[in-house]
């Protein structure tokens, strides 16, 4: 039984962080490198083994939003401030009541583009998949494309190449440059996705999803089941 339809038979809303990475991992979508630890030296060794700096977040099917809940810890560098995120990731989640799986240790992605990747079945349309430029800017500009899903690795580049602040992923004015057709096949990737779990996904996010020179891969996953 995969990660989707355990989740399906236990009536739950939503994937922890730890399985969403899991199940896009499997389907081949590329993600940055991650482990699940559920104590502090677990924690350690995993970062050890990733490589410093490293985030920590809280993994939990209770937990949609990790931020809001204390849930995130970033630009950890040494074994004592993994150790203590650790520890206030697990303070702040009882806090608020909620049973956690453990902590996902994964690498910190720099000098990259951060991109949004959305999905979601929309009962006119169906599958629909949706990219913009992630943080702020899609936050400031409500700058973002849909296309009925699935969609052409040369579909999803001409997505992308609608957006406004497209020339950013271009290295406008000197910031750094995505590689855009590496981007346009993730994208398509997760369009892929969304199409073959139509029946069992409602929505998904993968925010951030770090587009670099030489790489494309997706930092964060939240996905929505259909009960």
């Known amino acids: 039984m995969n990660l989707i339809a355990k989740a ?12 969403a990475l ?11 490198r991650y482990g699940l630890a559920e104590a502090a030296d677990e924690a350690v060794q995993l970062a050890e083994e990733i490589g410093y700096p490293v985030v920590l977040k809280v993994s939990s099917p209770e937990i949609v939003h990790k931020t809001e809940v204390g849930g995130v810890k970033v630009g950890l560098n040494t074994p004592e401030e993994v150790r203590r995120a ?4 697990h303070r702040n989640a009882e806090r608020h009541g909620k049973k956690v799986e453990g902590v996902v240790v994964q690498e910190m992605v720099s000098n ?11 009962a006119q349309f169906g599958p629909v998949i949706m990219v913009g430029l992630g943080g ?7 700058d973002v494309t849909f296309e009925i899903a699935p969609i052409t690795p040369e579909e999803a580049l001409d997505a992308l190449k609608r957006l406004k602040t497209y020339p950013l992923l271009e290295g406008y004015r000197g910031r750094p440059k995505a590689n855009v057709s590496l981007l346009a096949r993730v994208v398509a990737k997760a369009s892929d996705f969304l199409w073959k779990y139509r029946e069992d996904i409602q929505e998904f996010d993968l925010n951030p999803t770090f587009a670099a020179s030489s790489r494309c891969i997706v930092g964060d996953a939240r996905i929505k089941i259909k009960i």
Do not use: C, M, W
């Open 8 to 19: 399906k038979a236990e009536k739950r809303s939503f994937l922890s962080l730890y399985e």
């Open 22 to 32: 899991q199940t896009i991992e499997k389907y081949g979508l590329p993600v940055a």
């Open 86 to 89: 650790f520890n206030e990731i």
């Open 112 to 122: 990259a583009h951060e991109v949004i990747i959305g999905g979601l079945n929309d």
């Open 136 to 142: 702020i800017t899609v936050e400031l500009l409500k």
